[in-house]
């Protein structure tokens, strides 16, 4: 099995819907998604001619890609719905019929994600199995596709942290965090491959005149990755795992083998890219709080609950790579380390670290 199969294997959520599954533990997804209600509402209203769109078929549709097992993408799907109504309300059209395709990795478990569909939806629902990095919708059948929280996951580690003769060899660290020069480049090349074939991807999908939304990890352009909260997590997720490492319960190659392919770009980054593609028209391109919903500081029970999100976002990873038995032990140590970094951790997780952006199809 090749590098790019392990990640791609290991990316989806904790499935089911148990205590730690990532549909009873993605609340601080879901309040992150509704600070984009309002612009996503916007964006329909002044952009989308769903009116002209429908025209030939009266269906509206819809991918949400990177849907993961819900809840979070039937409260978007839904929004979505009511905005576009709204639009056609407007321009004196009837109601169309929606259809909403829900994408993911084929590990995804849509087992979970369809038995908690709302009863009351007023769409038709398909599952996509597959990766965003391709095609998996066929041409020009989309109006709208939506992606909140999932291409700032690369479609693999970057080979060359991997490669020990490498300068980009990321020995004891677990992102490019805090590493070399050249493990950040190499996370950044992989983003740009990774977002060159998404966006040609969804030129080929989404009709003329279609929206394409995104939501994702970002940062200004300029600001070092270790200003912000996620770098207190990365560098203590490798503190942790090299104590495990000297107690003997991982080994060395373990944790030298092991990173997070998550990329925080910025909005330039992103700019110049969709510039290359040349297929899109760009709506509105913003950085946001994620947390502009926590209103008082940040307390210890805040990074509690933080780290059990991040175990069901993350936990696939970690079983992957060093086996189910130590998940908990990991976390728990974690959670012990971050919580002692409240203060540090408050003073930096309010940067406008949400890239929010919206391109039109030409």
Not at 10 to 39: A, F
Not at 330 to 348: M, N, P, W
């Amino acid at each position: 099995m090749g590098k790019v199969e392990i990640v791609l294997n290991s990316l989806p959520m904790s499935g089911g819907d148990g205590p730690n599954s990532y549909s009873k533990n993605s609340h601080l997804q879901r309040r992150t998604t509704s600070l984009v209600k309002e612009t996503i509402d916007k964006l329909i209203l002044e952009k989308l001619n769903a009116k002209t769109l429908i025209s030939d078929s009266n269906t509206f549709h819809i991918a949400d890609l990177g849907c993961a097992t819900g809840p979070n993408t039937f409260f978007l799907v839904d929004d979505i719905i009511k905005s576009v109504e709204t639009s056609l309300r407007k321009s004196n059209s009837s109601k169309p019929e929606f259809l909403v395709f829900f994408n993911d990795l084929p590990q995804n478990d849509f087992n979970t994600l369809f038995t908690s569909l709302p009863q009351d939806r007023s769409y038709f629902a398909v599952g996509v199995p597959g990766s965003f990095y391709g095609r998996v919708l066929p041409q020009s059948s989309v109006h709208m596709v939506v992606t909140v929280g999932a291409t700032h996951w690369l479609s693999s580690v970057p080979k060359e942290v991997l490669d020990k003769p490498s300068k980009a060899w990321n020995k004891g660290k677990v992102h490019y965090s805090n590493a070399a020069e050249e493990v950040v480049k190499a996370y950044r090349d992989q983003f740009g491959r990774d977002m060159e074939k998404f966006l040609e991807a969804r030129a080929k999908e989404i009709v003329s005149g279609g929206l394409l939304v995104v939501g994702m990890c970002g940062i200004p352009k300029g600001m070092p990755f270790s200003n912000l909260a996620d770098s207190i997590m990365y560098t203590s997720m490798a503190d942790v795992l090299t104590q495990m490492q000297s107690q003997g319960l991982i080994s060395e190659e373990q944790v030298d083998t092991f990173n997070i392919p998550i990329y925080s770009a910025s909005p330039e980054e992103v700019t110049v890219l969709v510039e290359k593609n040349g297929c899109f028209t760009v709506a509105s391109m913003e950085l946001m709080n994620p947390t502009a919903w926590l209103k008082r500081p940040m307390n210890v029970e805040d990074v509690r609950h933080w780290m059990v999100c991040i175990k069901a976002t993350m936990g696939s990873l970690f079983i992957n790579h060093f086996g189910e038995h130590l998940l908990d032990e990991i976390f728990d140590r974690l959670t012990a380390k971050l919580v002692g970094l409240t203060e540090k951790i408050e003073s930096s997780y309010r940067e406008k670290v949400m890239l929010f952006f919206a391109l039109q199809r030409k």
